[in-house]
């Protein structure tokens, strides 16, 4: 089984990305790597889940917040000459769905 979180990069971005995590950006090779059109983090990166009624129950009422590890991904990259940005992809955990499908 593959240790790594996995971040699917657009399919416009077919030339090198600059690869941010909450905004601070990240080198190839020491970072992440790319595989296909995927990138490939070894460090632990985490997405906030869905409140549950209670959580969400306990911000609204102001008696507490929420304070869960919630990692952004973003990259930048060019398309026909322009720089495009893509917020917030989606990251794919060790044994995540796409993972268990590949070989």
Do not use: C, H
């Not at 869905?50 to 930048?76: E, Q």
């Amino acid at each position: 089984m593959d240790d790594a979180w996995l971040v699917q990069l657009p399919p416009d971005a077919t030339g090198p990305v600059e690869v941010f995590v909450n905004g601070v950006r990240q080198q190839e090779g020491a970072d992440y790597v790319v595989s296909g059109g995927t990138l490939r983090f070894s460090k632990p990166l985490a997405r906030e889940g869905r409140l549950g009624l209670w959580r969400w129950a306990s911000m609204f009422f102001g008696v507490a917040g929420t304070y869960r590890k919630n990692d952004s991904v973003d990259v930048i990259y060019d398309v026909g000459g322009r720089r495009t940005v893509a917020s917030g992809l989606t990251i794919i955990p060790p044994g995540g769905p796409a993972q268990r499908l590949s070989p």
